[in-house]
């Protein structure tokens, strides 16, 4: 317990945030020695003494009583978790989540009625983070037994929900606002929500930050890491909305100030960029682009092959062996617009295939085209329908006469280029 | 609260930290350097030389989980040995041999696109190589002077970079970004992969069919204990419940079965759907009160079900569905759940919900996507998903067991969809023959009669075109609709159409 407040100590001498943090980790490398350097008879008792100890130690002193009364609540929260975690064979995580629930709320308390200040506010992302990740072991303990729900997590929501508020709500002066926390809670926030399938409370928090946009610091001049994750979340809250310039927009930026070396980060913002762009901009990933990552490159490089060459039957078979991981990730329903593409693409060879000036081509010959392409034998009716669409979306200039079963393309630009129009 | 040996070099943990506790003193003075001297007497039996630390961790670091228990064993044999022979002070644990079952390689799965857990989203990777360095146990022998060493050097490290502002507002945790604290806890992208191995993570399958849960528990927590009713009436009128059920008016399922029956007679033979409908809800209301879930409560929601898509009733419907939905999932016997799974696809259709539709695809077992019913509405899907209208008519007009009921309550939609698509590409007319086939319209006047209603009646055109040749050469009547002037006719319908579905009851 000493190496542990003496800690406490010198981060305050030091202002330094993280080794604050590290007082209240579960990966603290002191937790055994903790949860065993007490019991939970002493433990109020031998925490404030420790404290107080440290505080008079030397000049100059950290906090007066109240202060010290505190962080005595936080440490002795931290005690609670760390006995549950290390003094017994199987950890029951239900404790220990109550135990984390404890140390987070004494944690927003320090900040909101102890002045705790800006410096340390990596102690309250390293509570708010251990929570939820210990409501999720909490929560698959629970459902192990059968149980299906996520209450644990969704309690540890709503604390976060709540350190969120004591971030953004701060008035202080900009240079000592939590408002500088605030990314990193909502980034949280996102986490907790799409785990918790509850997607529209994330739009609750946006809509929160709208309204407190004046007063935030501007969205750039916070941490690399928070704004790519922040970016990477509203571009995925836009792509569910089908707001695809919008989630263009924000997914763009998160994988332009992506760290380089943040594979799988990247991988992540293109699971959703590659659909978005296919839609906004009709435009196809390169090899380029998806050769640093073989497990994008296996599912989306054949497809965009199929796309482009208009390879009907090429697309279906690739889309359905990728559909189990296209569908967890929510993106099947948007990657299956790409068919309209490869159908353009197709008809557009049948049109350049009849030669340069004609304009009148027989629906029969994009029949031919269909059927040859997927492998199917398709009727003349639902030929006539693929065409309708196009023309409908405008992505084929021109109209079809029934009368004489025929199409007539506009005699310039009939087949409009992809990034120009929609 | 003696810690057994073995305990206390990581019993419970997969792999041990290099962590070396500080030593308790109560002053910031000169570091003590009893580090690897052998303790006093007292402390022999509970603390463990650190090298020997190292040594668990080692063994930990790389064996396979299958493995543990076994090594385990083998770990707590060699210290105890080592203890009871006195020479665990002695041994020099740094070159001492790992137990075998450690040494065996272990295979290192991770899931590379988990977006759920850990902090993989914070792409800057916190000095991995110096947690490793810790984490080998690699300086086992200095670490008690290290760690206030470290801190120290750091603490002067700040207060030169204090003053630091590069930007505008200057970040308040700038000035600690170059702040290693490895030394002290593992933070980083890999902390909750460390907690995982640490305390063992078992896998969990998760359920889709959670929403349902959630809202179906409400009912079965305490407060709503089961009674047992005993109430003989067959017939009941519905009344929602305001206080605790009355065990009185509460008919048991015996009695619960004899009313099914005759309301099963009484639909045949009346077909008189308020009636049926408040009589159903009733029969509903008794089976929650009395928690009733077996082979007849799923019977009684998929009749009332089927009676409700009859009569187009979906809000209905759609409350019977969520219940079968959780009924199925708690795999209680009978019913028909690849039926309903068909039915609930298809309503997503009609209610325009993405994020359902696609909990639903990802759903579907092997099995299911098997089944005709199932196949069948995933074709429409499908169809309704790439705008091929002609491939949904067709569906639509053979729809299996209710399907077409349901395809009715958005058919209309479909229908001003193609249409517009339709007046957009054909020119100059299309043949009014054309649309009643494409459209699966049972005959020309029902399309006719669809027409007029959405105001395009006007565009229908009869026109003259001469048919046959030479002397038989004649003119015939052509029934066509003028696709360019409908146009926006059928626009404005078909954007008032998919307007936002609300049903009461959704869920």
């Known amino acids: 317990m000493e190496s542990l407040i003496r800690a406490w100590r010198l981060a305050h001498v030091e202002e330094n945030g993280k080794l604050l943090a590290s007082t209240i980790s579960l990966t603290n490398t002191d937790l055994e020695e903790f949860a065993y350097s007490t019991n939970s008879a002493r433990v109020a008792e031998d925490i404030f003494r420790a404290l107080e100890y440290e505080n008079n130690s030397a000049r100059p002193k950290i906090t007066n009583k109240n202060g010290l009364e505190a962080w005595a609540e936080v440490y002795v929260a931290f005690w609670k978790v760390s006995q549950s975690l290390e003094r017994y064979d199987e950890v029951e995580w239900g404790q220990v989540f109550t135990g984390m629930k404890d140390l987070t709320q004494a944690v927003i308390r320090g900040f909101q009625n102890s002045g705790w200040e800006v410096w340390a506010l990596e102690v309250l992302y390293t509570a708010c983070k251990y929570l939820r990740y210990v409501a999720i072991r909490a929560d698959e303990a629970k459902r192990a037994e059968g149980e299906d729900a996520w209450k644990q997590l969704e309690e540890a929501a709503r604390i976060i929900n709540r350190a969120?508020?004591?971030?953004?709500?701060?008035?202080?002066?900009?240079a000592q606002s939590r408002k500088w926390g605030t990314y990193y809670i909502i980034n949280l926030l996102f986490k907790t929500?799409?785990?918790?399938?509850?997607?529209?409370?994330?739009?609750?928090?946006?809509?929160?930050l709208v309204a407190n946009t004046t007063e935030m610091p501007d969205l750039l001049s916070f941490r690399t890491?928070?704004?790519?994750?922040?970016?990477?979340?509203?571009g995925v809250i836009a792509f569910l909305d089908e707001d695809y310039f919008k989630a263009e927009e924000h997914l763009e930026m998160a994988y332009k100030l992506c760290h380089k070396d943040a594979q799988k980060n990247k991988e992540l913002i293109l699971t959703y960029l590659i659909p978005t762009k296919l839609l906004t901009r009709r435009q196809l990933p390169s090899a380029t682009l998806l050769k640093p990552h073989p497990s994008l490159e296996a599912l989306f490089l054949p497809l965009a092959r199929c796309i482009k060459d208009g390879d009907l039957r090429g697309y279906d078979e690739y889309l359905?062996?990728?559909?189990?991981?296209?569908?967890?990730?929510?993106?099947?329903?948007?990657?299956e617009r790409g068919r309209d593409i490869t159908l353009r693409n197709l008809f557009r060879k049948v049109y350049l295939a009849a030669g340069e000036s004609k304009t009148r081509i027989p629906v029969d010959h994009f029949r031919a085209a269909v059927s040859w392409k997927s492998g199917v034998d398709v009727e003349t009716e639902e030929v006539e329908c693929f065409l309708a669409n196009m023309m409908y979306k405008g992505y084929i200039k021109g109209y079809i006469s029934r009368e004489r079963g025929m199409v007539v393309l506009s005699g310039t630009n009939a087949f409009p280029n992809p990034s120009n129009t929609s | 609260m003696t810690t057994p040996p073995w305990r206390a070099a990581g019993g419970t943990a997969v792999q041990r930290p290099g962590f070396h506790p500080v030593a308790v003193r109560k002053t910031l003075g000169k570091a003590s350097t009893q580090a690897s001297q052998p303790p006093t007497q007292a402390a022999r039996r509970t603390q463990f030389p650190d090298a020997l630390k190292a040594y668990v961790a080692r063994t930990f670091e790389h064996c396979p989980s299958e493995n543990k228990s076994e090594v385990e064993v083998a770990l707590k044999k060699i210290i105890t040995e080592a203890f009871e022979n006195q020479t665990v002070w002695s041994i020099d644990w740094a070159t001492h041999p790992l137990p075998t079952a450690a040494r065996r390689a272990s295979v290192d799965s991770s899931d590379m696109m988990d977006?759920?857990?850990?902090?993989?989203?914070?792409?800057?990777?916190?000095?991995?190589?110096?947690?490793?360095?810790?984490?080998?146990?690699?300086?086992?022998?200095?670490?008690?002077?290290?760690?206030?060493?470290?801190?120290?050097?750091?603490?002067?490290?700040?207060?030169?970079?204090?003053?630091?502002?590069d930007r505008e507002v200057s970040r308040p945790d700038k000035r600690s970004k170059k702040l290693n604290t490895s030394d002290y806890s593992y933070e980083g992208p890999d902390a909750f992969k460390r907690l995982d191995r640490k305390y063992k993570r078992h896998q969990t399958t998760k359920n889709v069919f959670s929403q349902y849960h959630s809202m179906h528990s409400a009912l079965d927590s305490p407060a709503f204990a089961p009674i047992v009713g005993r109430s003989t009436t067959l017939e009941k009128r519905y009344l929602r419940l305001t206080s605790a059920p009355d065990p009185a008016t509460v008919r048991p399922q015996h009695v619960l079965e004899k009313t099914l029956e005759l309301l099963k007679t009484k639909w045949k033979a009346e077909n008189n759907y308020s009636y049926i409908c408040d009589q159903f809800k009733s029969l509903r209301q008794d089976?929650?009160?009395?928690?009733?879930?077996?082979?007849?409560?799923?019977?009684?929601?998929?009749?009332?079900?089927?009676?409700?898509?009859?009569?187009?009733?979906?809000?209905e419907y759609n409350q019977c569905q969520s219940q079968l939905a959780n009924l199925y999932s708690e795999r209680i016997p009978g019913g028909h759940p690849h039926e309903f799974k068909a039915y609930r696809i298809l309503y997503l259709l009609y209610t325009c919900n993405r994020s359902d539709m696609n909990d639903i695809l990802a759903s579907l077992t092997p099995a299911e996507k098997q089944d005709r019913a199932i196949l069948h509405a995933l074709a429409?899907?499908?169809?309704?998903?790439?705008?091929?209208?002609?491939?949904?008519?067709?569906?639509?007009?053979?729809?299996?067991?209710?399907?077409?009921?349901?395809?009715?309550?958005?058919?209309?939609?479909?229908?001003?969809a193609a249409l517009s698509a339709i007046c957009k590409s054909y020119r100059p007319d299309v043949p009014f023959r054309?649309?009643?086939?494409?459209?699966?319209?049972?005959?020309d006047a029902e399309c006719e009669a669809f027409l007029v209603k959405h105001n395009a009646g006007q565009f229908i055109k009869t026109k003259q075109t001469t048919k046959g040749e030479g002397d038989e050469q004649q003119m015939v009547d052509k029934v066509t609709l003028e696709t360019q002037k409908a146009m926006t006719t059928f626009e404005a319908a078909k954007a008032a159409a998919f307007k936002k579905v609300d049903i009461k009851g959704q869920i």
């Open chain 2, 115 to 165: 977006i759920s857990s850990g902090d993989e989203a914070s792409p800057i990777s916190q000095q991995p190589s110096v947690n490793k360095l810790n984490k080998l146990g690699k300086a086992p022998n200095n670490t008690n002077n290290n760690v206030n060493n470290n801190k120290r050097k750091l603490g002067s490290r700040i207060t030169s970079e204090r003053n630091e502002s």
């Open chain 2, 287 to 315: 089976l929650t009160v009395q928690h009733l879930k077996n082979d007849f409560t799923v019977n009684v929601y998929e009749i009332h079900a089927r009676i409700a898509l009859e009569k187009g009733d979906l809000g």
């Open chain 1, 164 to 174: 969120f508020n004591v971030c953004l709500n701060d008035r202080a002066e900009l």
């Open chain 1, 225 to 234: 890491s928070d704004i790519v994750t922040f970016k990477y979340y509203c």
């Open chain 2, 380 to 416: 429409v899907r499908g169809a309704v998903a790439s705008g091929n209208f002609h491939r949904f008519f067709r569906l639509y007009l053979d729809a299996p067991n209710m399907g077409g009921y349901l395809m009715d309550s958005f058919i209309d939609r479909q229908r001003l």
């Open chain 1, 320 to 335: 359905a062996k990728g559909e189990d991981w296209f569908v967890k990730k929510r993106i099947f329903l948007t990657l």
């Open chain 2, 434 to 443: 054309h649309i009643t086939e494409e459209l699966g319209f049972e005959n």
């Open chain 1, 193 to 208: 929500y799409f785990k918790l399938n509850a997607i529209t409370l994330s739009k609750n928090i946006l809509k929160a």
